[in-house]
């Protein structure tokens, strides 16, 4: 497991764009695929975007075409580069980390029971 702490959330107006940050410890980062998650109040957490140790990505539909998610391996850090964002991106938004084995760098995990690592949150908050 890794420590992880989530940074770059906020306020912005509709159409804007943020960049969330998730800083991870220790010396294993890039034996981990990572997910940024999101939990907007009465509603379940979702999966936003996810990448691979080796670097492919996934999307959700919702986010598609405005969010990007990035890693940084030398830094430590996973990127989720926000833009166009709509007051339903209103949430609460987690990384969650999990150091998979060589025949599974380019898997990209989208359930939440495989992720063992999780940050403590950021929230972020578009006004319309």
């Known amino acids: 497991q890794v420590h992880l702490v989530e940074s770059g959330g906020g306020l912005v107006q509709a159409g804007g764009s943020l960049r969330l940050s998730c800083a991870a410890s220790g010396s294993t980062f890039s034996r981990n695929a990572i997910g940024w998650y999101r939990q907007a109040p009465g509603k379940q957490r979702e999966l936003v975007a996810a990448i691979s140790r080796g670097g492919s990505g996934f999307n959700a539909d919702s986010v598609k075409g405005r969010f990007t998610i990035s890693r940084d391996n030398a830094k430590n850090t996973a990127y989720l580069q926000m833009n166009s964002l709509k007051a339903e991106d209103t949430a609460v938004y987690y990384c969650?980390?999990?150091?998979?084995?060589?025949?599974?760098?380019?898997?990209?995990?989208?359930?939440?029971?495989?992720?063992?690592?999780w940050g403590q949150g950021t929230q972020v908050t578009v006004s319309s």
């Open positions: 969650a980390a999990v150091i998979l084995d060589g025949s599974r760098y380019y898997y990209i995990p989208k359930s939440e029971t495989e992720y063992d690592s």
